[in-house]
């Protein structure tokens, strides 16, 4: 990951960017799983939003590594 992201003069941290792109596809993923039925599987419906959030932020951080500093 990168230091900063400037967007119109205003440096905006990197995990904030990749959280709300995480928290609009786990939206996208929890409608669907709504509409296929997985939701009729699982005891405890916001523990299985917030791990799929969890989920997603980290796959993002792990896909956006490349295209940060090199050590």
């Known amino acids: 990951m990168i ?3 400037s ?3 205003v440096f905006v941290p990197p995990l904030l960017l990749l959280g709300a792109l995480a928290l609009l596809l786990a939206g996208i993923l929890s409608r669907l799983f709504q509409i ?3 939701y009729r599987y699982v005891a405890y ?3 299985v939003d917030c791990a799929l959030f969890v ?3 980290g796959l993002l951080v792990v896909l956006s590594a ?4 090199h050590s």
């Open 45 to 47: 419906r916001p523990l």
């Open 66 to 69: 490349p295209f940060g500093p």
């Open 3 to 5: 230091g900063e992201i």
């Open 55 to 57: 989920l997603l932020l």
């Open 7 to 9: 967007i119109g003069g």
């Open 36 to 38: 296929i039925g997985v």
